[in-house]
């Protein structure tokens, strides 16, 4: 818990989205003054904690109408209406229609269907032009939810799994992985061949590479 005193005027407390309390005390008011404050409010820190914790899958994103999602490396705001549940782009707005009873998970579920969807049309385009680019035969592809890496492949079976959050980064970095995993067929560790082979391919990889690096991945949306 946080005790922060400041030139406010009255005690406020606020739970945060990862359960923690923060307290902004005026100046005057002592520790033991918080500590009682806080007492009678604890079964209210508990409900609230109890309420962020049921929800913890799209911490970060309400998934409210106005929001703004990632998409291509840019935003789209997101629109909510009531219905049978659907999903779309409409110029830079990404409509979602749940019925009124869905909760953020099940929201969430409805724009990650989408999500995958506009990622394997990109797939079915882009992961045959750098195979042929590469001069290498198709592999098998799959899309993943996965949380730490962007991409991984199987040498030995010839698959390839993206990242389902990489719809979120711009087309560069989408080529990019694909250009990576796809170099793996040939050369299965990061040495100077691996890294000469993705350059070949791509001499412009870099820019993607570090972009992912430090870009953030926007956990919230995806986990
Ligand atoms: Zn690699």
Redesign the pocket.
Known sequence: MQVEHKAVRYLRLRVRHDGQTRVSAPLRVSQAEVRAFLDERADWIQRQQQRLAATPRSAGFALADGECLPFAGGPLTLCVSEGRPACWREADTLQLRVPAAHDVAARRECLLGWYRAQLAEVLEQRMPHWAAHMGLALPEWHIRNMATRW???NPTRGRINIALRLMAQPSACLDYVIV??L??LRVA??NPA?WETVAGAMPEWRSAHDHLRTGSGEPGLWR
């Open positions: 991409g991984s492949c990576h995993e170099a793996h560790g990061h691996f």
